[in-house]
């Protein structure tokens, strides 16, 4: 049964969605088409209406576009959730660009891991490699070797899951492209993630165009094998990424043959009825003697006797197994419970005006993007920590006793952690109060939880998005802000920190508009 969610999407939110030139409106309009896929089933199909098509191009055009995080993040989740059940007709024409759009999303660690699945999963629906080139002839100038690593991966993943669909677009991938060249040449990458995944690429061109007529790609690898090392590497990565493709070739092919109503047509449904009707009439006998026919068949089959210990053995056993089903489903009821609540109350939370995020969204970004420790998130929140301002009074009594940090080394990373984003916090405040334009909001940074150069440089790319989000109505005071923003971008702090002051009184001087 298919769905049309963004059919629930009213002529307002179209209206807002065209209008929106800026982040703040694009974030509201993504929010709200958010709440409506969110509640869809992983395996639901989308029908492809008008509003759908429109949507759709809203939120390519965006992705290309947008540098706020947060609306970027809230993009890919909902092309996470509506891209594989929808109908390519709908997206077709604008995947190469799409393509391009998500490969860019590589250099942002804060989305990173929503990139490569909707990847993979736009190259399995509509995905065309010979369409793709400016894509990849982007990424591959990268010098970024995380970006570097992340399509490696993405191209033997892509190669894993759906070798079939791989090994004739890999033809298509190779050809016109110096693609292998900068694989081979990643080998000696200093970044080990980015050397691993090159190697695992190059083992699938030599596992897909290893009996192929054209024998360039197979005589470079031969020559990058004259190196022991490395051929020993991309032996081992052969064997096992063919291994892997084995089991999930079989698996597409009898996912195919369900799709299709079992691929055996009647006499596939005559077979399968057989074990069903052995086991219907095993169930009837008495406890003392259960007779089954074997896999052989109906006809011809081997009686098996089994006792009435067997018997009792595996009752037993189905009934250990029926105890942990419930448990799990005990379980599951539990955490359904906990996401419905903590759904609701993010919806209900004040967010700060003008960034998008609360104190507390920006404590649990902290505690999961930087420190990566998601684990002890509960444990803050029921401590009632969970605020961006309270981190510089984290200390280690605290964090044994209230928080309950019992492992040492997570302790120690966890004061590492917290003790540089407290220098942070210094050096941001410090500056501030040295500049006589800045003095005046010092309060309004510390309430919304603007108290670090990085938390600021998230929310404000332009001028305007600065008067936005803090209401400064003096637009010298906003410029100069955002001035010594673009400094802190550029690595140049040091020299933003030393403003004279002089300059600063002259600023402070304009006339309010």
């Not at 809203?58 to 059940?85: C, D, N, P, Y």
């Not at 982007?138 to 993943?157: G, H, I, R």
């Not at 990458?189 to 090159?198: E, G």
């Not at 197979?218 to 051929?231: A, F, S, V």
């Amino acid at each position: 049964m298919s769905e049309d969610p963004f059919g629930a999407l009213s002529d307002d939110w179209f209206t807002s969605a065209g209008e929106a030139d800026k982040w703040k409106g694009r974030f509201a309009c993504c929010n709200e088409a958010w709440d409506i896929v969110e509640k869809l089933s992983d395996d639901v199909q989308i029908k492809g209406s008008k509003k759908c098509e429109k949507a759709i191009n809203f939120f390519i055009q965006w992705l290309e576009v947008e540098a706020h995080v947060f609306t970027r993040m809230k993009l890919l989740q909902i092309l996470s959730k509506v891209l594989a059940g929808m109908p390519t007709s709908v997206y077709e024409k604008k995947a190469p660009k799409l393509a391009e759009a998500l490969m860019k999303q590589w250099v942002e660690k804060k989305v990173f891991d929503l990139v490569s699945p909707n990847l993979i999963t736009l190259w399995k629906q509509s995905g065309d490699f010979s369409k793709w080139t400016s894509a990849i002839s982007t990424t591959l100038e990268s010098k970024n070797p995380v970006v570097k690593m992340a399509f490696w991966q993405f191209l033997s993943d892509a190669a894993e899951q759906d070798p079939a669909r791989a090994r004739d677009e890999w033809k298509k991938l190779l050809k016109g492209s110096e693609i292998l060249e900068n694989a081979m040449a990643d080998t000696d990458n200093r970044n080990n993630d980015t050397k691993h995944h090159a190697y695992r690429f190059i083992a699938t061109v030599a596992i897909f165009m290893g009996k192929d007529k054209d024998k360039r790609y197979t005589k470079k690898i031969g020559e990058l094998c004259e190196d022991e090392k490395k051929k020993k590497v991309i032996e081992t990565e052969k064997e096992t990424m063919r291994a892997t493709m084995k089991e999930n070739a079989i698996a597409l092919k009898k996912a195919k043959r369900d799709a299709a109503g079992g691929g055996g047509g009647d006499d596939a449904k005559e077979n399968d009825a057989v074990p069903a009707a052995k086991a219907h009439a095993a169930a009837s006998l008495p406890n003392t003697v259960v007779q089954h026919a074997a896999a052989g068949g109906a006809a011809g089959g081997t009686l098996v006797t089994v006792s009435n210990e067997q018997v009792d053995a595996l009752r037993a056993q189905l009934s250990s197994l029926q105890a942990i089903v419930d448990a799990l489903n005990t379980k599951f009821e539990s955490f359904y419970e906990f996401m419905e609540d903590e759904k609701k109350s993010r919806q209900n939370r004040r967010l700060i005006t003008g960034t998008g995020a609360s104190i507390h969204d920006l404590f649990e970004n902290f505690l999961l993007s930087t420190i990566g420790m998601p684990h002890y998130l509960q444990r803050f929140k029921a401590a009632g920590a969970n605020d961006i301002r309270m981190v510089e009074h984290f200390d280690v009594p605290f964090l044994k006793e209230t928080i309950g940090v019992q492992n040492k080394l997570e302790g120690k990373l966890l004061v590492k952690f917290i003790g540089k984003f407290n220098e942070e916090t210094m050096q941001f405040r410090e500056w501030l109060k040295q500049q006589n334009v800045m003095r005046a909001y010092v309060n309004t940074f510390e309430s919304k939880g603007i108290i670090t150069w990085g938390i600021l440089s998230d929310y404000c790319e332009n001028v305007e998005a600065v008067q936005d989000a803090f209401r400064i109505k003096n637009k010298a005071h906003a410029h100069f802000l955002f001035t010594q923003l673009e400094r802190y971008r550029n690595g140049e702090l040091s020299d933003a920190a030393e403003v004279d002051s002089d300059a600063s009184d002259e600023s402070d001087s304009d006339d309010d508009e």
